[in-house]
């Protein structure tokens, strides 16, 4: 099946800093999603991107859809404590109008610097 | 304010006795889903449904069932849980057909002994 490799696995941040986390895959995508978990919370949708090589920002956070439509990427400017969480990469596909599915990443940790 | 909601939050129960993790979406989404997340392995989709009586399998779906009689609520059934069921799950909805930018609720997190 489809699978999303996403990268670093966990990187901590000292506050200030700027991070970059992003996902790739075998196949491609119509639609890369970015979302954030808090322990103990759900996921909470960051960033959609619907088209190849779209940039998209939402206050400090900037995704970009791959032009090959097998990758995204997110940046975090000027890290503050509260970026602290999981995020993850998810990209759907369907075909034709058919039902697809949405593919999630293992997730990348950011933690502070000790 | 538009959320998904689950209950029970926590749930710890025993080996084969039936149980129901309700859901409930004030969106009016049409598509919705149920996730579980376990170490190592991530998200995967158990079930989703993509409108009323209409629902199909995700990836994990054995050991569940679903109904979805009414828009706003999509039940997730165990009917005789096995601790491999110990997981953390999550209801999702979309405003969207196909199911991409899914909004997901809080978690529930089961213990089966």
């Known amino acids: 099946g489809q699978q999303l490799n996403q990268s670093p696995q966990s990187m901590f941040i000292q506050e200030g800093e700027d991070v970059s986390m992003n996902c790739t895959s075998s196949s491609i995508f119509n639609t890369w999603l970015w979302y954030k978990q808090d322990p103990g919370e759900g996921p909470v949708l960051l960033i959609a991107l619907y088209k190849a090589g779209e940039l998209t920002s939402n206050g400090r956070l900037t995704a970009q859809f791959g032009i090959t439509r097998k990758d995204s990427f997110l940046n975090i400017s000027a890290s503050i404590p509260s970026d602290v969480g999981i995020y993850f990469c998810a990209g759907y596909m369907n075909y034709g109008g058919s039902q697809g599915n949405l593919i999630f990443g293992k997730g990348t940790k950011l933690s502070v610097k000790p | 304010e538009a959320q998904v909601t689950q209950n029970p939050r926590y749930l710890i129960t025993v080996t084969g006795k039936k149980l129901t993790v309700t859901c409930s979406q004030n969106m009016n989404h049409e598509y919705m889903s149920w996730y579980r997340q376990d170490p190592g392995l991530g998200l995967r989709q158990i079930y989703y449904?993509?409108?009323?009586?209409?629902?199909d399998k995700g990836d994990v779906p054995e050991g569940y069932k679903v109904s979805r009689k009414e828009k706003r609520n999509f039940p997730l059934i165990l009917e005789s849980p096995s601790p491999n069921q110990t997981s953390l799950y999550f209801c999702a909805s979309s405003p969207r057909w196909g199911g991409d930018e899914q909004y997901f609720g809080p978690g529930t997190r089961l213990t089966v002994t």
């Open positions: 449904s993509m409108n009323v009586e209409v629902t």
